[in-house]
């Protein structure tokens, strides 16, 4: 499905506006909850944030591959492998969303210069199948919303188990 010139805006609008969302969402997490994880095999904060960092600098080099190459292969990756790999957790977790930022206004650029032509253009993904400018560009418009609501939703897990530190000894 094609994007009209204002749904395309909106989606680049949303895109643009991924990072605030992220760091608003992270602002509200205390240092003790970085690291907590709602439950086995699920991601703290931090894990969330350094994914974020991986997957908007995997994502701004599929954007240009999609654009700029003839039959691009789009290459997938385990991202669960990656933050146990990378162990996430030894990583700082400021240039992680220093690097989400950077990236996000550095691609919005070019997204905004794209021709027509280009937002049509297709690769092919190794998991997915077919991948189009357009279809990316919806993907990645949400990616960081739905990871600012999973550290809203992180935080209110972590607020309501009665196990961490900070809330030995609290009486309700």
Known sequence: MSH???EREELIRRYEEGPGKLADALAKVPKEALQW???PDRWSVHEVICHC???????AMRIRYLVCEESPL???YDQERWAKVID???LPLEPALALVVAVRQHTAGLLRRLSSDAWGRTGKHTES???SAERWL???AEHLEKHSRQIERNLEAWHAE???PSKKGVVA
């Open 74 to 76: 789009i290459v997938g």
């Open 162 to 164: 009665d196990t961490h």
């Open 37 to 39: 994880r709602p439950g």
């Open 53 to 59: 960092a991986d997957s908007e600098t995997n994502g």
């Open 4 to 6: 009209s010139p204002r």
């Open 129 to 131: 199948g077919g991948l």
């Open 138 to 140: 919806e993907i990645y």
């Open 88 to 90: 996430y957790h030894s």
